[in-house]
């Protein structure tokens, strides 16, 4: 009886099939580390002041020919005359000379608060600070600027004062953490333009100090990587969809009903497919400010899907045969699976989903939303640490049960034994393959953190973070298609056995002269077939 491919197909040819993997997760490396520049850029902005005497909605503009009237400093005569409510805070993205594009795809802004310590005019212990944001857009340099949103935002002002709070220190400024501030999930306009507003009376802006300047650092994809991002997602796309169904054409070819395997093979096919979807071409086009929502969402299906699979993959490898085939079996792992995502998938919605309708919303404005986002980090990390520690001992019986059967190949025919001994290395090389990708993907994410994005070598600029997100990227894919290639049913039916081999096999049961017409009819592989019998013994 022959199963799948991976036991069929010659040591040669599966040495070439591995040679080609290889070859291409080199290549996504190298797409990444030597074509691709680093995924985002940073640029600072110091806000305009700009004086609003009459206190109007009009668009004030920091530079060109109809720019506001400015003042430089606080500490000018002329800004002593001035009230709080007078200023306005204004910001053009991107600097003169420049356009933002499509091939941005978002655009983040966070804000960052140059604060002077003055004795009379201290900043308080948990003080917030009110936003009065607005954000305008416009695709030539002589046209109207067009209301895109407005919003009254609050944010925790944390600030440290590293020196003590004397009159020989006045003057020096505050530490200030970072706030977050915008998110636009598309980037469709060439010009844009911020106006901030700090409005103050006698319960709101109190107690946040002598505030000198403002800075809005904005963060966007660089053009250049999106190239070469939605480049390796078209060229991933067919590849792995046509392999998707290739295989679901040769389950369909079998004379039996698909396994649980074998479905949730398909259905990782059907994610990685769905991830790889090039949507990106389409929203150089539209203003798509879902992108960034729906990405999650891809990402997240896949990542479900992927874990679902590798639990069921090792589980199917240890039930005995009437325990098979049933998703019941994995009701708390697979359950635990669905809860983590749907936490994380509502903790994105909480965030990402408002942000549809405004762009300054932030999860993290309040002690309450924060405490509550928080929540939801830590028990899906709790889940996710509970799940691989299933998984591991999952992995661990798998081993131990395929060591067992170690021990009966010398009561096998020579050739049969060597067969087995192909068969069970085969099958715990790829799961070693398995943690050597979970791996991976955690190294990649730590590295990412650290690393200073990129090194110099000689003349050529390696883009570190780049070639991991592009290497993992490539590796996904290309782990999704050889578990695809190598399980899906190999053409090589044998329909008759001597009858030495009937004797002499002590791990496969004699067989009826219709399921030896049938190949694979008790499942994908012989190693599914002999650990389940095994088991059931």
Request: glycine share 6%; proline share 4%.
């Amino acid at each position: 009886m022959a199963g799948a491919i991976i036991e069929n197909m010659s040591t040669k040819k599966l040495a070439f099939l591995a040679f080609f993997i290889l070859v291409f997760q080199i290549l996504s490396i190298m797409v990444g580390a030597f074509i691709a520049p680093n995924p985002t850029s940073a640029i600072r902005y110091l806000a305009t002041k700009c004086i609003n005497r009459h206190r109007a909605r009009d668009w004030l503009v920091p530079w060109g020919s109809n720019r506001c009237q400015q003042v430089r400093s606080f500490d000018e005569p002329l800004a002593k005359m001035l009230d709080a409510n007078d200023i306005v805070f204004a910001v053009h993205i991107p600097l003169p000379n420049k356009q933002m594009s499509p091939w941005f795809q978002y655009m983040l802004a966070v804000l960052q608060f140059d604060i002077a310590f003055k004795m009379i005019n201290q900043i308080e212990d948990d003080v917030t600070i009110t936003i009065d944001a607005g954000l305008a857009y416009r695709d030539d340099l002589k046209s109207e600027w067009t209301t895109k949103f407005h919003s009254v935002e609050q944010r925790p002002l944390r600030c440290t004062f590293a020196v003590p709070k004397t009159y020989e220190n006045e003057g020096r400024f505050y530490h200030c953490d970072p706030v977050p501030f915008m998110e636009l999930g598309s980037v469709a306009h060439k010009y844009f333009l911020i106006n901030l507003r700090l409005p103050v009376n006698d319960t709101v802006n109190t107690g946040i100090g002598e505030i000198k300047d403002i800075q809005i650092v904005g963060i966007h994809q660089n053009g250049g990587f999106t190239k070469v991002w939605i480049s390796m997602k078209t060229a991933y796309s067919p590849w792995i969809f046509g392999a998707t169904v290739w295989y679901w054409h040769r389950i369909g070819l079998m004379a039996r009903p698909p396994v649980l395997l074998e479905r949730v093979i398909f259905a990782l096919g059907v994610s990685m497919t769905l991830l790889n979807a090039p949507l990106e071409w389409l929203s150089l086009g539209f203003e798509w400010k879902w992108m960034l929502l729906f990405e999650d969402v891809q990402q997240g299906v896949f990542y479900s899907t992927l874990f679902c699979f590798w639990i069921i993959f090792c589980g199917e490898h240890l039930m005995d045969q009437s325990q098979r085939n049933r998703l019941s079996a994995y009701w708390w792992q697979v359950g635990l699976v669905v809860f983590c995502s749907s936490v994380l998938l509502i903790f994105d919605l909480s965030e990402r989903g408002i942000h549809l309708a405004n762009p300054f919303y932030s999860v993290w404005a309040s002690e309450i939303r924060t405490k509550v986002a928080i929540t939801f980090i830590i028990v899906a990390g709790i889940s996710v640490s509970l799940y691989f520690l299933s998984l591991c001992a999952m992995v661990l019986c798998v081993f131990r049960n395929i060591g067992g059967k170690l021990q009966q190949l010398p009561a096998m025919p020579e050739a049969r034994r060597l067969r087995y001994k192909g068969i069970i290395f085969r099958f715990k090389f790829l799961m070693l393959v398995t943690l050597v990708c979970a791996a991976m993907t955690v190294v990649s994410f730590i590295l990412n953190q650290v690393s200073e994005g990129h090194w110099h070598c000689g003349d050529y600029t390696l883009q570190v973070h780049s070639a991991f997100l592009t290497g993992v990227f490539g590796m996904w894919n290309l782990y999704v298609f050889t578990i695809i290639f190598l399980y899906a049913p190999s053409h090589k039916c044998n329909r008759n056995k001597s009858a030495d081999s009937l004797q002499t096999d002590t791990l496969v049961r004699p067989e009826s002269q219709e399921s030896r017409l049938t190949c694979g009819a008790l499942g994908p592989t012989e190693t599914y077939r002999v650990t389940g019998k095994v088991a059931e013994e």
